[in-house]
């Protein structure tokens, strides 16, 4: 059995519906993802749909969740917290890396063709198990268009 490989940094290209992980100069995984119904653009405000853009952290994880595992990113931070706060707006917040909806998870791929949730990052259940397993909190997660 291969030693397990240290993730140094989570990337995810919106526009390419891709999250890789990578360690060193490598890319050692890369996923197919789901987004908010909404993705383009940064998220602005609670309800918008969107999925963050920028540097975040792989803070804590939820294998509990109402999604077949979670992971979850650090948004906001404190410039989006002051930016929505100018504007009068809620950030949102609860942005995660996480499997399909409980009891959906064998019709996951079919999901995964569809941009789905409120503003995750959605992969199918067997790459949120490896994902779980690669990356440990405390990692750096790049969001870009």
Known sequence: MLPAQKVDLV??????????????DKILRSYSIALGGHPVGHKHR???????????????????????????????NIDDAAEAKARGVDPGGLIMIHGQ??????????????????????????????????VADGTPIEIIE
């Open 11 to 24: 990337r995810v290209e919106k526009s390419q519906r891709q999250l890789q992980l990578i360690g060193g």
């Open 46 to 76: 609670e309800g918008d749909e969107r999925t963050p853009e920028g540097r975040y952290v792989l803070d804590w994880r939820n294998p509990n969740s109402v999604a077949y595992k979670s992971i979850h990113i650090s948004y906001p």
């Open 101 to 134: 909806p409980d009891g959906f998870g064998r019709l996951g791929w079919l999901l995964q063709m569809v941009d789905w949730t409120d503003g995750c990052i959605a992969v199918t259940n067997s790459d949120m198990d490896e994902i779980w397993t690669m």
